[in-house]
């Protein structure tokens, strides 16, 4: 367990916990201990799904610019994958994740929310990628993944400016998921998560792995690619299981193991 970040698990789903107060600032240190954890939920087999969560005040207020001011373009060329790849760590997990927002969630902040599958907001929760206004852009996915996610041109407009995005706003453009009470952010986010604590697991993270997989390539490599896990799946346990609960029971009745 680390200093500053931690995985709690309970009843299936584990919450990769951020506690460095005021702020959550995301220094080399919780880098670090994020990818530790995001390995660990990844590699425990009680772990079914996964909730990214900063506390109830603030989800992530970004980097940690007093570390960040007097590094070099040496230093920084040479911690610049460091630092994403930390992060990749959780857009890696094969589970079903969920950025749990309250307060800010800007720069890295929002750069680890965009590693999540879904993303569930205060609806006093600010986020953005204000790096323009530091004379720098994001450095850990911003410009790759929330262009993806919104559009280049919406991309560019919450790059560009730097500005900080509302709750109501972020919905609409698709930032966010859902908005709810910030009281109420975590339990919605533990009960979008606890959908699939016995879920198929094998074919969640084949879901997962096709979805992701296509976004990073063409139409045709992105069908081979869900082909390829549509017929792997046909060694699992849970597949023969799914199929027969429903021949004999009919749909949602399965009673999957993981297998």
């Known amino acids: 367990m680390g200093e500053f970040v931690r995985l709690e698990v309970d009843e299936g789903i584990g919450t990769i916990r951020l506690d460095r107060p005021p702020m959550n600032a995301l220094n080399k240190q919780v880098q670090e201990e994020i990818r530790a954890c995001a390995h660990e939920a990844a590699a425990r087999a009680d772990v079914r799904a996964v909730i990214v969560y900063g506390g109830e005040k603030v989800f992530a207020a970004g980097a940690d610019i007093k570390e960040m001011a007097e590094m070099s373009y040496p230093d920084m060329a040479a911690r610049a994958h460091a630092l994403s790849s930390s992060f990749s760590a959780v857009a890696e997990i094969p589970k079903p994740t969920v950025a749990a927002i309250t307060g800010y969630a800007l720069g890295g902040g929002f750069e680890l929310a965009l590693c999540c599958d879904r993303r569930i907001a205060g609806d006093n929760a600010k986020v953005g990628q204000p790096e323009i206004l530091l004379g720098i852009i994001p ?4 410009t ?4 993806r996610l919104v559009g280049p ?36 986010a533990r009960s979008w998560a606890g959908q699939f604590v016995n879920g198929a697991s094998q074919a969640l993270a084949a879901a ?4 992701d997989g296509g976004l ?24 023969k299981t799914g199929m027969r609960s429903f021949v004999e029971n009919g749909p949602g009745k399965a009673k999957f193991t993981g297998r």
């Open 139 to 142: 450095g850990a996915g911003g």
């Open 144 to 147: 790759q993944r929330l262009a």
């Open 153 to 188: 041109s919406r991309a560019k407009d919450i790059i560009y400016t730097g500005r900080f995005v509302g709750a109501e706003e972020a919905l609409r453009i698709g930032m966010v998921d859902e908005v709810v009470a910030p009281d109420e952010v975590y339990a919605a």
């Open 208 to 211: 997962k792995a096709a979805i």
């Open 216 to 239: 990073e390539t063409d139409l045709g490599n992105g069908l081979k690619l869900e082909s390829h896990l549509f017929a792997a799946l046909f060694a699992t346990e849970d597949q």
